[in-house]
């Protein structure tokens, strides 16, 4: 996962759903934070819970609560974040590729801290452990606003498919655990339950697979790019924004936008980048609809904010 300058995204499933695993987590809150050995969780999960949903939620919702970004090695992308080696045969490739994985969730478990290869490496590891099927997707995470219109991002995030009921469901444990402080660069820990079991809809929302077999929509690599840039607190509010398309053409005097399931007592407002200032979008007559005035705007970005929550950012060209 690459260093931002800007909260990380978040895509949520409703908050019915969310409190489905409530009780999960509350039971792995308990668990111990620092393990010597995944098989010590992996056995307490097995213990407590039957449903293979259940066992991925505790798998997520451990890997989320315990392990800290680390943001100075993201930030140098030392040798952790890579994986190059020789080898002679496929066997060969295998066991190092095996030996490099446990190399990686060893230093995980003894630091508590990772990138995102890390934590996708302990989420497969600890879902097999209490028998479910899971794999690393690598892939491109757009997580800045200098991303928006960028077709050809680079491949600098990882995370996961968990199989449940013979159907792959994605999770993203990295961007469950928190989000780095704009402020001081620092990793602050914030549980969000809304990447585990993500649709493929909002996945695709800021992820792009390496691998096509795991674009599992009617979607492609211009379609990514054109999306605006969306934030944390996004769906928490079960808000719906249009336009979906993140590039605003500078010729439109004013840019008409909509907010579904805006509430009478939200407060919506939005920010120029070259002005850095929030101006109020008026809600009195409960309106879901505004035209925002763009005149002259051609390279800033519009950010949108509900309740002083940031919520998505558009580009404006």
Known sequence: MRKIITLFLCFCINNSFSKDFLEVDEIVKKYPSKVQSLETISNMIK???ISDSEKARAVYSWIAFNIAFDVAAANSMNSASSMAFSYKDEKEKKAKEIKFKES???KTLLSGKAICHGYSMVFEKLSRLVGLESEIITGALKSDPSQIGQVNLAIDHAWNAVKIDNVWKFVDTTLGAGYISQKDDSFKPDFNGSYFFMSAEDLFLNHYPEDKKWLTINKSKLDFSKL?????DYFKGNYEIFPKNGIISSATPNFHLEIKNLGEYDNAEFVLSSENKLTYLNNENKETQFDIPLAGK????LTIYVNRKIMVTYLIK
């Not at 605006?228 to 944390?232: A, K, N, Q, S, V």
């Not at 051609?298 to 970005?301: I, L, Q, R, V």
């Open 47 to 49: 213990k407590d819970f």
């Open 104 to 106: 990686i969730i060893s």
């Open 228 to 232: 605006p840039l969306y934030y944390r």
């Open 298 to 301: 051609s390279g800033d970005y």
